[in-house]
């Protein structure tokens, strides 16, 4: 399962409707979610979305720094 983290972008809807045309199963969570190896254990795959800020001034990015931090997966940054 593909993990996609929601960063608020325009195009969330078409990267899902992509994943959804290729049969990839997938996960959608919000940037601001907190995430351990407990909700991660089947996860094959990390999307970010693009959005409307920098990560440098955004306080809310907690999934995409964990994910980062923590984690040992194929990374596609949007």
Known sequence: MILVI??????????????????VKYSEI???????????KNISGVIFSGGPAVPETRDDLTADYWVLDNFNVPILGI
Request: glycine content about 4%; proline content about 0%; hydrophobic content about 25%.
């Open 30 to 40: 919000d940037c601001s979610a907190k995430l351990n190896r407990e909700n991660m």
């Open 6 to 23: 929601n960063n608020h972008s325009q195009y969330i809807d078409k990267i899902k409707n992509c994943l959804e045309k290729l049969g």
